[in-house]
Nanobody, 124 residues
């Protein structure tokens, strides 16, 4: 199991940028693919981005492609989500998650460990 803790959320104006961080602890981090999900009020949780164990493969939801970048630093047990050109519809609680048995996982059912979430609000 991996323990996860997100940080970096906050209030930002449309067009602005934020970088979310996810600190991981546990022996299986380097063998886990990682993902970011988000959930807006009244909506289901949705996939945002994923990265493979080595970081060589990434995947993004169409709604964030070209604006968000997922990365990881296995030496520091960290995962990041750089968010640029933010829009009001990006407002949500963002969750970091770890999956043990998948190279890239899109479904929340594939992830066994979750952080507590960090709020991102995009508003003028």
């Amino acid at each position: 199991q991996v323990q996860l803790a997100e940080s970096g959320g906050g209030l930002v104006q449309p067009g602005g940028s934020l970088r979310l961080s996810c600190a991981a602890s546990g022996r299986t981090f380097s063998t886990s693919s990682m993902g970011w999900f988000r959930q807006a009020p009244g909506n289901e949780q949705e996939f945002v981005a994923a990265i493979s164990q080595s970081g060589s493969k990434t995947a993004y939801a169409d709604s964030v492609k070209g604006r968000f970048t997922i990365s990881r630093d296995n030496a520091k047990n960290m995962v990041y989500l750089q968010m640029n050109s933010l829009k009001p519809e990006d407002t949500a609680v963002y969750y970091c998650a770890a999956a043990l048995y998948f190279d890239i996982a899109y479904s929340r059912q594939n992830y066994g460990s979750w952080g507590q979430g960090t709020q991102v609000t995009v508003s003028s």
